[in-house]
């Protein structure tokens, strides 16, 4: 036993680490003999676009710390971009912050936001496990809202994630505006993770800050990562925007705190924000792989719920998730079971697009010949 004051720490307010329970099923699925396709994460694996990799370099030797508020170039870059794909046209370069990555600012804004104990965060039913992570962390309770339930009186933050993760559900501009309604109504700062808003495929996602949807930004934030559009997941790349009071004291508070995105981290961030070419490729690429792997697992039996949007395909057949997930991973394919995203994803199993072409058609082969 460690001989130090230290007895408790905000990481024993959490839980297991989801994906660590994934182990005995990535062994089985290793022992494949066309090896494992890991279907099981969002991450990227295709390369970052070469325009990118190379604004990355060019200040790779300027050694000075960087600024917590990001270049005035990135800035302006990401408010040209949120214009140009979103439609997103009232905001100032002042009100977009960087951040390591958006798993960052979602693990750490109920903190940031001053909330703790007798604070409620409001999350949907379904959904990334690092909304609850950082309300954990902060002290502050949980309360899981299905589709279109109001939060309750004493809610201090509403998270709203659409395209959602796993669902891939799209909520349209009036649902967005009934949920900012709802938040308003119980005085919650909403914040919505737009991290697959270009990722749209039989629906056109609408950023929480669009005019149709909100008239004034207050207690309003969209946080945005450059992971899923830009491929750079391992830059740690993310921002977020939206009311410029809060993203000022955000701002205050993350300059004491070293939440700094590196400056290479930067430039890149604004080379990708300001190019949606690549943008336009990496679609592609999802939807090719989307459009082969969707009817491959309605062909082994499974129903596709939602996922009109984003990076997955919410899958069911009906039967407890540990055994899905185990007839994928005798087929040597890793998913995500529903469960780790809420209880009701208890009969879902999450199908990620992310695998390269190669695998992805592996899979299909391999969903095929037990169709
Ligand atoms: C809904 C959602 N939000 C945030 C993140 C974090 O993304 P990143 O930290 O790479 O920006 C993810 C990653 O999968 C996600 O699914």
Not at 195 to 205: D, H
Not at 263 to 280: F, G
Not at 319 to 338: Q, T
Request: hydrophobic residues 45%; charged residues 20%.
């Amino acid at each position: 036993m460690s001989g130090s004051t230290i007895r408790r720490t905000p990481g024993d307010r959490l839980p297991e680490f989801p994906w660590d329970s994934l182990t005995e099923y990535r062994v089985l699925a290793e022992t494949h003999a066309g090896g494992v396709v890991d279907l099981s994460i969002g991450t990227p694996v295709d390369p970052v676009p070469t325009p990118i990799q190379q604004a990355l370099a060019s200040v790779a030797d300027q050694g000075g710390y960087p600024t917590t508020h990001g270049t005035a170039a990135l800035r302006e870059s990401v408010v040209g971009g949120l214009a140009r794909r979103h439609g997103i046209t009232d905001l100032s370069p002042s009100d977009v912050l960087p951040v390591i990555g958006s798993k960052e600012l979602v693990a750490w804004l109920p903190t940031l936001l001053g909330l703790g104990s007798g604070d409620i965060v409001a999350i949907p039913e379904l959904s990334y496990p690092t909304y609850e992570a950082g309300a954990r962390l902060a002290g502050a309770e949980v309360v899981r809202l299905a589709d279109g339930q109001a939060p309750p009186p004493g809610t201090a933050l509403v998270w709203l994630n659409s395209p959602s993760n796993p669902t891939g559900r799209v909520l349209d501009v009036a649902a967005l505006r009934a949920a900012v309604g709802a938040a308003r109504e119980v005085g919650a700062v909403v914040a919505s993770d737009e991290c697959y808003l270009a990722l749209g495929w039989e629906a056109e996602p609408r950023s929480v800050l669009d005019r149709d949807v909100v008239s004034d930004h207050t207690d309003v934030l969209a946080v945005h990562s450059l992971s899923k559009s830009a491929n750079l997941a391992g830059y740690r790349a993310g921002f977020v925007t939206g009311d410029p009071a809060l993203v000022q004291r955000l701002l205050a508070t993350r300059k004491h705190a070293g939440m700094m995105v590196p400056r290479p981290v930067q430039a890149a961030m604004a080379a990708a924000m300001a190019d949606d070419e690549h943008l336009v490729e990496q679609r592609a690429r999802y939807a090719a792989r989307r459009d082969l792997l969707a009817p491959a697992l309605r062909a082994a039996g499974f129903a596709i719920e939602h996922s009109e949007a984003g990076l997955y395909l919410w899958a069911t057949r009906g039967e407890d998730v540990w055994r899905s997930v185990s007839w994928f991973a005798e087929r040597g394919i890793l998913v995500a079971p529903g469960s780790f995203y809420g209880p009701a994803g208890a009969a879902h199993v999450r199908v990620a697009l992310t695998g390269t072409d190669e695998r992805i058609a592996s899979a299909v082969e391999r969903l095929s010949d037990s169709s």
